[in-house]
Each structure stands twice: as structure tokens, then as C-alpha cells.
């Protein structure tokens, strides 16, 4: 079985708590149909873990929370990397 990321633990890294619930609670607003879905999200999200511009979160090369970015369908990594 492929490994999970988990979304939440990608922007666990070093902020707040209160900053984690406003994010997740961000992502759960996104209407459905403009939402990736979860299969496309994890690999999204399993490539950011891995990348050199991942940090804390963050990409260092948007500076978007990857968790973020990577929730909407139509979004895509600036180095297209996915
Ligand atoms: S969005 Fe792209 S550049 Fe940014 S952390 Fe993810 S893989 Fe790296």
C-alpha cells in the first residue's frame, strides 16, 4: 500500500496550531469542484516533502503553504514538479 501524507502534518512543521485550524479550515471552504482530489493532493504533496524549496510548510519558491497550493485542482508546482 502507498505511503499517506498527511496534509496536516505538512503544515504542522513549525506553526501554530491556531495557524494549522485556519488553514485546514481554508481548504474545507474550497468549493468541491475546484478541490483536487485526494489521490492527486498526496502525490502533490509527497513530491513538496521531498523538494529542496520545502520548508516549514512553506515552498520557497511561492511561498504559498504547500498544503494550500496543492488542494487546488487548477494550481501547479512553479517548477512543475507536478
Ligand atoms: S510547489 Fe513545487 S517547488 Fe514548491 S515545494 Fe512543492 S514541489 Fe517544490
Known amino acids: 500500500m502507498a505511503e ?3 496534509r496536516r502534518c505538512l503544515m504542522w512543521e513549525n506553526i501554530s496550531d491556531k495557524m494549522a485550524d ?3 479550515t481554508y481548504i474545507e471552504g ?3 469542484d475546484e478541490k ?3 489521490q492527486v493532493l498526496e502525490e502533490r504533496l509527497k513530491v513538496c516533502k521531498e523538494c529542496r524549496h ?3 510548510g512553506l ?3 511561492c511561498g504559498c503553504y504547500v498544503a494550500l497550493r496543492a488542494a487546488v485542482k487548477k494550481q501547479k508546482c512553479p517548477y512543475k514538479k507536478w
Open 30 to 32: 474550497i468549493p468541491e
Open 54 to 56: 520545502f520548508q516549514e
Open 36 to 38: 483536487a482530489e485526494n
Open 4 to 6: 499517506r501524507i498527511c
Open 22 to 24: 485556519y488553514l485546514e
Open 59 to 61: 515552498c520557497g519558491a
